[in-house]
């Protein structure tokens, strides 16, 4: 069976599909009849670059007369890889970039596609999934394919509020509007190329490709949308296998050389601070959230998506970060406590692992505390310096209530995150408690404290 045609599908260019093909044979066979099957073959072209592949698949694809292939004789790397397919693809048409192990149902590409030209401001859009890291994973839970087949018929599906603005998407299923394409290539000065590098070849064999990627859209005014109405199975972890230790060394290296690339390593920057979010209980739809130190603005992406009414600000003076963040949030690029906010007041306000016992936490707290509503909450994250991983920086239990009360804000609920501790520190931690009071537990096990506060 195959998809039918939509008035919509030509409204927009052509999808180039580009696929990299190394090894794993039956996958890539059946991503690509669920691509066939659940797309009209008038809005894509199919192209399938593999990396010397030894199982046959070069073979089969010889034989598929709808797909573009490009065989390589020896393993290329995932970026060189995926610059070859975007070459040989229509030069008008828009990229999607797919991994080989993936599933693609109905409609998933569809909502991608509605998305991407949702705004001009848009230069790429990802997906939702039951495997991928950078939030974008379902919380849904399923133990074969054809309940997340079951599971996406119900997802893929007009959404009143179906669009997260990310910091970064992940490349397993990215699709990025070929006019964004190339106004990073002429900024860039490689549009002439003989293979102008989308992504940059350093991250070779692969990852953090897709970090830099979107670093240089949003570098180049674009915003970056994950879409909650499309989902992709992907089965993940099937190109590296078993060999976990390559791969974890070469996550290393190349988020290293991400941070030497921009003077700044924005991984750190980019987490969403879940507990936080989680922690926001709002009694009217309409609610106001100011963040101190708002980083690339993940947070606060979160929150707006969570709560569609909501307005969200955020405060960040490290120009680097602002720089970014100012197309994921209403972002501000200033020094907080040079900020005159007494004109100003929220709901909520976050200050995400900003207080530092060096850098004077108890103004930091004193002026967030003036800017929560009466009724309102401060959301707050420190580090645990008492834990037994031996963090460098932060505060003890004792001394943030301590804090606390110096500045007049009264302690309302209050969580931990415990430490990934490794066997020797789980030893010690151990032994700790084997003298100890077991409720004195989080002191040492904890790695980040999270509370609600309120102005007393």
């Known amino acids: 069976m195959i998809a039918n045609k939509r008035p919509t599908d030509m409204c927009y260019p052509k999808t180039a599909i580009v696929i990299?093909?190394?090894?794993n044979a039956e996958l890539t066979k059946e991503c690509i009849k669920s691509i066939r099957v659940n797309n009209p073959a008038e809005i894509y072209q199919l192209i399938v670059v593999d990396n010397a592949s030894t199982d046959g698949i070069v073979e089969w694809l010889r034989e598929q007369s709808d797909v573009i292939l490009i065989a390589n004789t020896e393993n290329k790397g995932f970026p060189y890889a995926c610059n070859q397919g975007i070459a040989a693809a229509d030069k008008e048409a828009d990229?999607?970039?797919l991994n080989n192990d993936t599933i693609v149902p109905?409609?998933?590409l569809y909502w991608l596609r509605k998305g991407l030209y949702s705004s001009e401001k848009v230069g790429a859009v990802g997906s939702v999934s039951n495997n991928v890291v950078n939030y974008q994973q379902v919380p849904e839970q399923f133990n074969t394919v054809e309940e997340w087949m079951a599971f996406a018929e119900k997802n893929n599906v007009e959404m009143e509020y179906p669009y997260e603005k990310k910091g970064w998407l992940v490349g397993f299923a990215m699709l990025i509007k070929r006019t964004a394409i190339n106004k990073i290539l002429e900024a860039e000065g490689t549009a002439k190329d003989?293979?102008?590098e989308v992504l940059d070849n350093r991250f070779s064999p692969g990852n953090y490709e897709d970090n830099d990627l979107s670093i240089r859209l949003l570098k180049n005014g674009y915003e970056l949308l994950l879409c909650k109405n499309s989902f992709?199975?992907?089965?993940?972890g099937?190109?590296?296998g078993k060999q976990q230790e390559k791969y974890r060394k070469i996550l290393l290296e190349n988020q290293s050389k991400l941070a030497n690339k921009y003077g700044i390593d924005y991984i750190p920057y980019s987490y969403v601070e879940s507990a936080l979010v989680n922690m926001i209980k709002?009694?009217?739809?309409e609610f106001s959230v100011l963040e101190v130190g708002c980083k690339l603005g993940a947070t606060l992406a979160r929150i707006q998506s969570k709560y569609p009414q909501s307005r969200v600000c955020g405060i960040e003076k490290n120009e680097?970060?602002?720089e970014l963040a100012t197309h994921v949030a209403e972002v501000t690029c200033t020094d907080f406590l040079e900020t005159d906010m007494s004109l100003k007041a929220y709901d909520y306000v976050i200050l995400d692992g900003v207080l530092n016992p060096k850098k004077k936490a108890d103004k930091m707290l004193k002026k967030a505390s003036k800017c929560v509503k009466a009724g309102g909450k401060l959301l707050l994250t420190v580090d645990n310096r008492q834990c037994i991983s031996r963090l460098k920086d932060g505060f003890t239990l004792d001394e943030i209530v301590a804090l606390f009360n110096e500045c007049g804000v009264a302690l309302k609920d209050f969580h931990y995150r415990a430490a990934v501790l490794n066997k020797e520190e789980k030893k010690q931690l151990e032994e700790l408690m084997a003298s100890r009071n077991p409720a004195e537990r989080p002191l040492y096990e904890a790695e980040r404290f999270v509370f609600a506060a309120e102005r007393q």
Request: proline fraction near 7%.
């Open 95 to 97: 990229i999607f970039l």
């Open 106 to 108: 109905k409609n998933a």
């Open 20 to 23: 990299i093909s190394y090894n």
């Open 238 to 240: 099937k190109s590296f």
């Open 194 to 196: 003989r293979l102008p």
């Open 282 to 285: 709002p009694q009217q739809e």
């Open 232 to 236: 992709i199975f992907h089965h993940g």
């Open 320 to 322: 680097k970060l602002a």
